[in-house]
């Protein structure tokens, strides 16, 4: 004999339906107050498990570290490997576009320029030097001429492996052979200090103005054309010889200010 509890009641669709139905109606023509105190019992029940919901959707995500994530420590040097290459690329850039444009004059096929920054610099009334971060093992030689903004500055006074000294033309003991504006005269300038330099022995006959360019002259094997020096700011009468020039120099490039120079290296 089966009991009741092992009975299995069979409850059609239509039926159910039909029950939704009536208790839809049921509730429709219930009176307000009953129908507020459901929802109220509802509230209670389903709030809590619905506050804890909505705190779990909006809970931080985990702080644990990510295996592909570096550390802070990490990244700071690399951020600043990454702001140091892209200086260097900068810089490196700058001198290959100043040696294309030496190198793409004629006059300058088949010389070789050094790039050098200046370490050191001393200017003042009795000396007019620099020290360079480039030296013999960079084809550096003494006597070669060094350049800056497209002029003539100075000359490799001094040399080691990885340094040189350079010898400014405004220097006291600088003296190298020069010519004036169109003049077809060889004559030397002689450093003044303080950024300055001049020309005392030009007899008067020769007529210099103001202004006229002064030029370092072609020397073979270490400058092979003419190339600026400066202008002439001053021309008087030379007052211990009434028929010389006393002629004042203004270099074309203002050494004070410079951070790298190029020398020539006319057989590399």
């Known amino acids: 004999m089966t009991g ?6 069979n409850v059609s669709r239509r039926m159910l339906f039909t029950w939704f139905v009536l208790a839809g109606f049921i509730l429709l023509l219930a009176p307000e107050g ?3 105190e459901m929802q109220l019992t509802f509230a209670r029940i389903f709030c809590r498990p619905a506050s804890l919901l909505i705190k ?11 295996a592909d994530v570096v550390s802070r420590r990490r990244y700071d040097r690399l951020h600043n490997r990454l702001a140091n290459v892209t200086q ?8 290959v576009e100043t040696l294309s444009g030496l190198r793409d004059r004629p006059v300058w096929k088949g010389v070789d320029f ?11 009334a009795l000396h007019g030097r620099l020290i360079i971060n480039r030296g013999s093992e960079d084809g550096l030689a003494k006597k070669q001429f060094v350049m800056a903004s497209d002029s003539v500055i100075g000359v490799i006074s001094g040399i080691s492996a990885r340094t040189a000294r350079v ?12 010519t004036i504006g169109e003049l077809n005269v060889s004559v030397i300038m002689q450093g003044r200090g303080n950024d300055s330099a001049g020309i005392s022995l030009l007899p008067r006959k020769h007529n210099v103005n103001m202004g006229d360019i002064v030029y370092a002259q072609k020397k073979p094997g270490l400058l092979g054309t003419a190339v600026i020096v400066g202008a002439v700011s001053r021309c008087r009468q030379d007052p211990q010889n009434p ?3 006393d002629i004042d120099v203004k ?18």
Do not use: H, Y
Request: net charge positive; hydrophobic share 45%.
């Open 34 to 36: 009953l129908t507020g």
């Open 251 to 268: 270099p074309a490039c203002r050494t004070r200010k410079l951070a790298e120079v190029t020398v020539v290296v006319m057989n590399p």
């Open 56 to 66: 779990a959707s909006l809970a931080p995500p985990s702080t644990e570290p990510l």
């Open 167 to 178: 010898m400014l033309l405004t220097d006291p003991s600088s003296r190298i052979p020069v």
């Open 114 to 124: 050094v790039l050098a920054d200046i370490i050191q610099s001393t200017i003042d």
């Open 243 to 245: 028929l010389l020039w």
């Open 88 to 95: 260097w690329l900068r810089r490196e850039r700058e001198k």
């Open 4 to 9: 009741m509890a092992g009975r299995r009641v």
